[in-house]
């Protein structure tokens, strides 16, 4: 298991009290609008779920879409589905972005918040991604984007995630835009993928 899996299973009981979970609610209320690209979806899949805090909200907002959430963290699982179970229960498990547990071409959305950094090979995590997602489906992703003279710490995703959507997976960016309410401290950006 990498060290940052590690360290959400030690975090996860206070998780959602933390800074980060903070961050996350402006974080999904983005993802969850841009959903307007599909908006009716059959199958949801939140990778690198974490708490649950996502599916919990997606829930509600697709109240017949199949719910999935995905984390690499056992602890994470543990508290989402305590959290989720009456919120239409989701289906969880445990993976990581470089090997998903579907067919191919086989889900509607994928949403991925707050989460690149932690994956092993993010170009292989793409690929994944791209592989199942269906035709016509989208890729819902946002993390946090610092101005550039404070990238240094940013380097992994900014050198590596959305430069290589249209380079090596075949998915085509629809909408990039900043995630509004993150303040400038940890501004994030939205970033919205489609396969055709």
Known sequence: MAASAHRFERWAATYDKSLIAALADPVHTAVLTAHHHLP????????????????????????????????????????????????????????????LPFPGASLDIITATLTCRHW???????EEIARVLATGGVFVYADIHPPAPRRRWWRRCE?????????????????????PGCGTLLPCRLLVAGRS
Not at 120 to 126: C, E, K, P, Q, S
């Open 40 to 99: 009716h979806p059959r199958h949801l899949l939140d990778l690198g779920c974490g708490t649950g805090r996502l599916l919990r909200r997606a829930a509600d907002r697709f109240p017949t879409t199949h719910l999935i959430g995905l984390d690499a963290a056992h602890a994470m699982l543990t508290v989402a589905y305590r959290t989720t179970q009456l919120q239409g229960s989701p289906a969880l498990g445990r993976a990581r972005a470089e090997q």
């Open 120 to 126: 092993h090979d993010v170009r292989t995590g793409l």
């Open 159 to 179: 050198t590596s995630g959305w430069h290589l959507l249209d380079q090596t997976t075949g998915m085509h960016v629809i909408e990039d835009r900043p995630v």
